[in-house]
């Protein structure tokens, strides 16, 4: 049982990058970036198809968060250059990216099997158990990359990107290169989330083309399950948020598939679960208008 609880909460680490990219995008810029789901497997595919064909571990990571980094660049320049919607332009580098993957992968599938990982290698470094190898290395990066964050969005360059999706006029007026603070914004994000995609793949095993199916969804529910539970006094607490919120909802669907539900169902109820989540702050308005009423 403690594996179990540990195995998911270790999950919950690995995707909270994701869900920290999608909250850069989605509280931070106020934008929809649907790219995400294509950069979160062109982050598995880059790094499984350099792992597959011996190079380093770092290489492979680092690589991923680049090719990450492109995509969600792409996207950007698609906005900010071309003047295409946001929405738009998000679904376009997705449905590109679907052949891209392909193209790095040239199959579908790439399996890791009795390959070296950053799993494998924690795992004989600390004679420790899958799980717990895991959790070593999720922990750690989430912790350095949450606390990179932090500093980095306290600087003048990281307040101009914070400016900017909070008021884009006032950011202008203010002589603010809006356009440029979008594109790094998103390079950002989606680096963050082709990182994801690397460390999910070597401790999922493999790498599919399909495999960023409803990580959109994912994102967003950590991100609104974090916000409600942990509130965003500071925007050190809406980082840390969102990393609790990731592995609450890793919780939560290691806990419905205990109780029976089939894994057919689980973008359903995570469809359901993030309009509930989103309707809250609306419901608790009309409550308390309803209670000054009375």
């Not at 994701?18 to 929809?32: K, P, Q, S």
């Not at 062109?42 to 492979?60: P, R, Y």
């Not at 929405?87 to 993957?101: D, E, H, K």
């Not at 999720?138 to 964050?149: E, S």
Request: charged share 10%; aromatic share 8%.
């Amino acid at each position: 049982m403690s594996d179990l609880v540990i195995s998911t909460v270790s999950q919950g680490l690995l995707w909270a990058l994701l869900a920290l990219g999608v909250f850069l995008t989605f509280r931070v810029l106020d934008i929809a970036d649907l790219s995400v789901e294509g950069t979160f497997p062109l982050g598995a595919a880059v790094a499984a198809t350099l792992l597959d064909g011996g190079h380093s571990i770092f290489l492979a990571m680092v690589m991923a968060t680049i090719a990450g980094c492109i995509g969600g660049t792409v996207t950007a320049l698609l906005t900010t250059k071309l003047k295409i919607p946001a929405l738009l332009s998000g679904i376009l580098t997705m449905i590109g990216l679907y052949s891209v993957n392909l193209m790095i992968m040239g199959k579908a599938n790439i399996p890791l099997l009795r390959i070296d990982t950053i799993f494998t290698i924690t795992q004989d470094l600390f004679k420790a158990s899958t799980p717990v190898a895991t959790f070593i290395v999720g922990i750690v990066i989430v912790f350095l990359i949450g606390l990179a964050m932090y500093w980095f969005f306290a600087t003048v360059l990281g307040t101009a990107i914070r400016a900017t999706g909070c008021n884009p006029q006032m950011a202008k007026a203010q002589g603010i290169n809006t356009d440029n603070m979008v594109i790094l914004g998103l390079l950002i994000s989606n680096g963050l989330v082709g990182l994801s995609g690397a460390l999910v793949a070597q401790s999922n095993g493999f790498a599919d083309v399909g495999m960023g199916v409803g990580t959109i969804v994912i994102g967003l529910a950590s991100v609104i399950i974090g916000e409600v539970l942990f509130g965003t006094r500071s925007f050190w607490n809406w980082l840390v948020s969102v990393i609790l919120g990731s592995i609450v909802y890793r919780i939560v669907i290691a806990i419905v598939l205990e109780m029976g539900m089939p894994p057919n169902d689980l973008k359903l109820f995570t469809a359901i679960l993030v309009a509930i989540a989103l309707s809250l702050p609306m419901v608790k308005s009309k409550f308390a208008l309803l209670s000054k009423k009375e």
